[in-house]
């Protein structure tokens, strides 16, 4: 687990002065959801190549 310090850089890309809470929502929901799409191709990207395939993965 990364500590506050180390996190420092995105907490201030994230970071609204406009935001009651002192960051900006929907960037932070575009960042998460567009992360979890990377996730997604590379784990598809695997399991295609994966020896059997994954053809009876669930979804």
Same mark, same amino acid.
Not at 3 to 27: F, N
Not at 32 to 52: C, H, M, T, V, Y
């Given at each position: =687990?990364?500590?506050?310090?180390?996190? %420092?850089p995105l907490?201030?890309?994230i970071a !609204?002065?406009? !935001? @009651?809470? +002192? =960051?900006? #929502? +929907?960037?932070?929901? #575009? *960042?998460? *959801?567009? %992360?979890?799409?990377?996730?997604e191709r590379? *784990?598809?990207? *695997?399991? #295609?190549? !994966? @020896? +059997?395939? #994954?053809?009876?993965?669930?979804?």
């Amino acid at each position: =687990m990364k500590t506050k310090d180390e996190l %420092k850089p995105l907490i201030e890309r994230i970071a !609204s002065a406009d !935001s @009651p809470v +002192g =960051m900006d #929502a +929907g960037y932070v929901h #575009a *960042l998460i *959801l567009d %992360k979890f799409e990377q996730i997604e191709r590379r *784990l598809n990207k *695997l399991e #295609a190549e !994966s @020896p +059997g395939n #994954a053809d009876t993965a669930d979804d």
